[in-house]
């Protein structure tokens, strides 16, 4: 009975506790990513996607899928071409940092000079943004690359910058894209990086502004998770949230990498966006994993802050199980952290006004399993919705530049338990003092088959108490008492209480117009569920025979109940049929001389041939006109033998039905014989 009530707890369990919970990334991610980044034969369309699927499994450590072997062709065709276009080239040389396909040096230096020249004359953000984004690689791959006009590249790319923080894609678009200056931030930080003298101090300044006033206007959920969103864009420029977020992320962690000063991005936005794309789990579509993935590799290890990710492995703990309250402290990808110590700044039952029941108490950390515990957890606390407060406090106060831990952390508790169920007894009393006419106790552990008669002028009675582990009043989210007619007419109370105590009285004189009048035999039924009882329960208590009035001319009827549309095609009722006597016959000998009267013409009718002489004498000879005497003679046996079988086993119809085609044959070989006959009789007497 208590799995009937599964889906109640999970319900409740779901609508109660927020979606404040975030883990780092899983083999869950791992399992799904060759799966969503399915290659044909091992390769992809483009080497974008390529690019995006060598980078996801380098990330999540996957080496069981191999797509080199396709990749590096494609990588060295690209590299080669001097007809490929710039965001080819671009990707092809991130595949490449990854593979470490055979380049020579010389198609290293054309790609590099090739790259240069394309940066001199641009006019739109992506123009810049892949020439120089393939710079940046192929310096970090040994070879020298400088930027000569890296001060008037950075202006031209800085004057496509808003007041807000936002971007433009060219000069001649007039939208701004929050998209757009994660792209930008990356491409000032890789102008930065090639330059050949210092970048001119005043604009990095002003792009650090920008950079604040770009946080700004970042997002927020209830949750804490943060992100940032196209606000007027083209629909076919305009990525999602994701992307979005994925873009800044980029920009912001390439510019921070490229200056040696801090850029002031608090710590709680930074661990917002990584709750956000923790937040999401697992994209459905390829793009979006890589933007989640790439996202929060770059938050793992960045210049800015790194933020840890508080997790709970289990929400829902039980007192039977004696279950312990863990926290698992870690970065977004899962990697250690510097010592901390995660400490319960107050702990508080939802919806009650009592003092906390835990106050400023720090976990015991446990390195063999890594997780923060509360032993004493469960001694004092019943059961319910608790609200946990944490704080992440780090030992050492040089971490605090280093790693954000988010602030507090509001986490809902789920303690589930056993309830007691005590005093339960049913009783009919009577309607006039109330005197229990007959009483039974109950045992609300199992079924019980307690069978009471009552009419209209009596009461029915149900009481039980419900009590808590520690001996508490509990309040149960359903408390239900049903009645089932034998027609299968259902109705259903809701049983009230008092404390501890759970009582309810059914009056049957003001009931019964509820009931619809409907006599007889009603099945009592007891359902107590609770997302927190560990053992919520349907039982069945038993009967009562109730006696009411007849219904009134405008009573209410009761309700058709459904028919099952199966039942149509069960067994069907058996059909008694009572068949007349049979009317008296003649004795059998009497039948049997009737019988040798109706062969007495057919004996005249021999003899009547044997005295006409019969003979066969004028039989054809001839072979067409034999055939057809034949036919004749034999089709008027077969008429003779279907007379037989019409008095012995046929039908009328089926004998009507042969005898029409008989009668078609008969007539025509009949008619071709007797011609032949009437031209032979003819000739003799023309002889």
């Given at each position: 009975?208590?799995?009937?009530?599964?889906?109640?707890?999970?319900?409740?369990?779901?609508?109660?506790?927020?979606?404040?919970?975030?883990?780092?990334?899983?083999?869950?991610?791992?399992?799904?990513?060759?799966?969503?980044?399915?290659?044909?034969?091992?390769?992809?369309?483009?080497?974008?996607?390529?690019?995006?699927?060598?980078?996801?499994?380098?990330?999540?450590?996957?080496?069981?899928?191999?797509?080199?072997?396709?990749?590096?062709?494609?990588?060295?065709?690209?590299?080669?071409?001097?007809?490929?276009?710039?965001?080819?080239?671009?990707?092809?040389?991130?595949?490449?940092?990854?593979?470490?396909?055979?380049?020579?040096?010389?198609?290293?230096?054309?790609?590099?000079?090739?790259?240069?020249?394309?940066?001199?004359?641009?006019?739109?953000?992506?123009?810049?943004?892949?020439?120089?984004?393939?710079?940046?690689?192929?310096?970090?791959?040994?070879?020298?690359?400088?930027?000569?006009?890296?001060?008037d590249v950075f202006r031209s790319v800085k004057a496509l910058g808003q007041?807000?923080?936002?971007?433009?894609?060219?000069?001649?678009?007039?939208?701004?894209?929050?998209?757009?200056?994660?792209?930008?931030?990356?491409?000032?930080?890789?102008?930065?990086?090639?330059?050949?003298?210092?970048?001119?101090?005043?604009?990095?300044?002003?792009?650090?502004?920008?950079?604040?006033?770009?946080?700004?206007?970042?997002?927020?959920?209830?949750?804490?998770?943060?992100?940032?969103?196209?606000?007027?864009?083209?629909?076919?420029?305009?990525?999602?949230?994701?992307?979005?977020?994925?873009?800044?992320?980029r920009g912001v962690v390439a510019f921070a990498d490229a200056t040696s000063?801090?850029?002031?991005?608090?710590?709680?936005?930074?661990?917002?966006?990584?709750?956000?794309?923790?937040?999401?789990?697992?994209?459905?579509?390829?793009?979006?994993?890589?933007?989640?993935?790439?996202?929060?590799?770059?938050?793992?290890?960045?210049?800015?802050?790194?933020?840890?990710?508080?997790?709970?492995?289990?929400?829902?703990?039980?007192?039977?199980?004696?279950?312990?309250?863990?926290?698992?402290?870690?970065?977004?990808?899962?990697?250690?952290?510097?010592?901390?110590?995660?400490?319960?700044?107050?702990?508080?039952?939802?919806?009650?006004?009592?003092?906390?029941?835990?106050?400023?108490?720090?976990?015991?950390?446990?390195?063999?399993?890594?997780?923060?515990?509360?032993?004493?957890?469960?001694?004092?606390?019943?059961?319910?919705?608790?609200?946990?407060?944490?704080?992440?406090?780090?030992?050492?106060?040089?971490?605090?530049?280093?790693?954000?831990?988010?602030?507090?952390?509001?986490?809902?508790?789920?303690?589930?338990?056993?309830?007691?169920?005590?005093?339960?007894?049913?009783?009919?009393?009577?309607?006039?003092?109330?005197?229990?006419?007959?009483?039974?106790?109950?045992?609300?552990?199992?079924?019980?088959?307690?069978?009471?008669?009552?009419?209209?002028?009596?009461?029915?009675?149900?009481?039980?108490?419900?009590?808590?582990?520690?001996?508490?009043?509990?309040?149960?989210?359903?408390?239900?008492?049903?009645?089932?007619?034998?027609?299968?007419?259902?109705?259903?109370?809701?049983?009230?209480?008092?404390?501890?105590?759970?009582?309810?009285?059914?009056?049957?004189?003001?009931?019964?117009?509820?009931?619809?009048?409907?006599?007889?035999?009603?099945?009592?039924?007891?359902?107590?569920?609770?997302?927190?009882?560990?053992?919520?329960?349907?039982?069945?208590?038993?009967?009562?025979?109730?006696?009411?009035?007849?219904?009134?001319?405008?009573?209410?009827?009761?309700?058709?109940?459904?028919?099952?549309?199966?039942?149509?095609?069960?067994?069907?009722?058996?059909?008694?049929?009572?068949?007349?006597?049979?009317?008296?016959?003649?004795?059998?000998?009497?039948?049997?001389?009737?019988?040798?009267?109706?062969?007495?013409?057919?004996?005249?009718?021999?003899?009547?041939?044997?005295?006409?002489?019969?003979?066969?004498?004028?039989?054809?000879?001839?072979?067409?006109?034999?055939?057809?005497?034949?036919?004749?003679?034999?089709?008027?046996?077969?008429?003779?033998?279907?007379?037989?079988?019409?008095?012995?086993?046929?039908?009328?119809?089926?004998?009507?039905?042969?005898?029409?085609?008989?009668?078609?044959?008969?007539?025509?070989?009949?008619?071709?014989?007797?011609?032949?006959?009437?031209?032979?009789?003819?000739?003799?007497?023309?002889?």
């Amino acid at each position: 009975m208590i799995q009937k009530l599964g889906f109640l707890a999970i319900l409740l369990i779901g609508s109660i506790c927020e979606a404040a919970i975030f883990h780092p990334i899983s083999d869950s991610h791992r399992s799904a990513a060759p799966e969503i980044f399915n290659s044909v034969d091992g390769s992809f369309k483009s080497l974008d996607e390529s690019y995006e699927a060598l980078r996801t499994f380098k990330i999540l450590g996957i080496s069981n899928v191999d797509i080199s072997t396709s990749t590096c062709p494609l990588v060295e065709e690209t590299l080669k071409s001097s007809s490929a276009s710039l965001k080819d080239v671009y990707f092809a040389l991130k595949s490449n940092q990854i593979l470490k396909c055979k380049i020579s040096t010389e198609n290293y230096k054309a790609v590099g000079s090739r790259l240069q020249a394309a940066i001199s004359d641009v006019s739109s953000l992506l123009d810049f943004y892949f020439p120089i984004g393939g710079l940046m690689i192929l310096k970090a791959g040994d070879l020298d690359i400088q930027l000569e006009n890296a001060g008037d590249v950075f202006r031209s790319v800085k004057a496509l910058g808003q007041s807000d923080g936002r971007w433009r894609y060219s000069s001649s678009k007039p939208e701004s894209s929050t998209r757009a200056a994660g792209i930008a931030l990356e491409t000032l930080a890789g102008i930065v990086s090639l330059a050949s003298a210092d970048v001119d101090q005043s604009l990095i300044s002003a792009l650090k502004n920008d950079i604040v006033k770009l946080f700004d206007s970042i997002e927020k959920y209830d949750d804490g998770a943060m992100f940032f969103d196209e606000k007027i864009v083209d629909l076919h420029e305009y990525q999602g949230p994701l992307s979005t977020s994925a873009s800044v992320v980029r920009g912001v962690v390439a510019f921070a990498d490229a200056t040696s000063e801090k850029i002031a991005v608090p710590g709680d936005k930074i661990s917002g966006l990584a709750k956000f794309f923790l937040g999401i789990g697992v994209p459905g579509n390829a793009h979006d994993f890589f933007d989640q993935i790439d996202a929060l590799a770059l938050l793992e290890d960045n210049r800015i802050s790194i933020p840890l990710v508080m997790s709970l492995p289990a929400t829902v703990l039980s007192l039977t199980q004696n279950d312990q309250l863990k926290v698992k402290v870690s970065t977004v990808l899962g990697s250690s952290t510097p010592p901390l110590t995660v400490k319960i700044v107050q702990a508080t039952k939802s919806g009650s006004k009592d003092a906390p029941i835990v106050e400023n108490k720090e976990l015991t950390y446990d390195a063999n399993s890594g997780f923060h515990l509360f032993d004493a957890f469960l001694k004092d606390i019943d059961v319910g919705v608790y609200e946990f407060v944490f704080k992440i406090a780090l030992h050492d106060s040089s971490d605090n530049g280093i790693y954000s831990a988010g602030g507090r952390t509001r986490v809902q508790v789920f303690v589930t338990g056993v309830i007691n169920i005590d005093s339960a007894e049913i009783s009919v009393l009577d309607s006039d003092l109330g005197n229990a006419d007959s009483k039974k106790a109950l045992d609300l552990s199992a079924d019980s088959s307690v069978s009471f008669s009552a009419n209209h002028l009596q009461k029915l009675r149900i009481s039980f108490q419900l009590a808590t582990p520690l001996g508490k009043a509990f309040k149960p989210h359903q408390v239900l008492l049903k009645l089932r007619h034998e027609t299968n007419v259902e109705h259903v109370f809701v049983v009230g209480s008092s404390g501890k105590k759970y009582e309810m009285t059914l009056d049957f004189l003001g009931l019964v117009d509820k009931l619809y009048y409907l006599s007889g035999k009603y099945n009592l039924q007891l359902t107590v569920g609770d997302a927190a009882m560990e053992n919520s329960f349907i039982r069945s208590l038993g009967s009562i025979d109730l006696d009411l009035p007849e219904a009134p001319e405008k009573a209410t009827r009761p309700p058709l109940q459904p028919v099952d549309p199966l039942s149509r095609f069960g067994p069907k009722a058996e059909i008694a049929h009572i068949f007349r006597v049979p009317e008296k016959r003649p004795r059998s000998e009497l039948s049997l001389a009737f019988l040798g009267l109706t062969f007495v013409p057919l004996a005249g009718f021999l003899v009547g041939l044997l005295r006409l002489g019969v003979n066969l004498k004028n039989f054809p000879t001839s072979a067409v006109p034999a055939t057809f005497a034949t036919l004749f003679h034999a089709a008027i046996l077969a008429v003779l033998c279907l007379y037989a079988l019409f008095w012995l086993k046929l039908n009328l119809f089926t004998t009507l039905k042969v005898l029409s085609f008989l009668g078609v044959v008969l007539v025509f070989v009949g008619h071709r014989t007797l011609s032949h006959l009437a031209s032979k009789s003819a000739k003799l007497k023309s002889t």
